[in-house]
């Protein structure tokens, strides 16, 4: 089955006790969820651990769309973002941030 939509991955910025190395802007995976028609994501960043980092959302989409991230998301008015389809974009969140898509028109 081909990929359709996007799908959004949840996890902490950088690794935990490695901050003077080199590393991944996606440390620790909390979540991940395919969303395949325009709607919003079930999952939401979870609340910081004390130490854990900025919660990063690694969106990938499938096809051109307008992407929201807020408690409740609108992907159809501003403020939104646009991701070009076979891109990824990284987007630091707050606690319980979702994820709203559409397709570009």
Same mark, same amino acid.
């Given at each position: 089955? &081909? /990929?359709?939509?996007?799908?959004? $991955?949840?996890? /902490? !910025? ?10 991944? %802007? %996606? ?8 969303? !395949? !028609? ?6 939401? &960043?979870?609340? &910081?651990?004390?130490? !854990?980092?900025?919660?990063?959302? #690694? ?20 403020? #939104?973002? %646009? ?5 990824? %974009?990284? $987007? ?6 979702? =994820?709203? /898509?559409?397709? =570009?028109?």
């Amino acid at each position: 089955m &081909a /990929f359709a939509g996007i799908h959004v $991955e949840a996890g /902490f !910025a950088g690794v935990r006790g490695a901050k003077d190395t080199i590393q991944s %802007l %996606l440390g620790k995976r909390v979540w991940s969820e395919t969303v !395949a !028609a325009a709607g919003t994501t079930v999952g939401e &960043a979870p609340n &910081a651990g004390q130490g !854990a980092g900025q919660m990063i959302l #690694r969106i990938s989409a499938a096809a051109d769309s307008y992407v929201s991230i807020a408690k409740v998301p609108n992907a159809s008015a501003d403020p #939104r973002i %646009l991701i070009r389809a076979g891109e990824r %974009l990284d $987007e630091p969140c707050e606690p319980g941030d979702k =994820v709203a /898509f559409i397709l =570009v028109p």
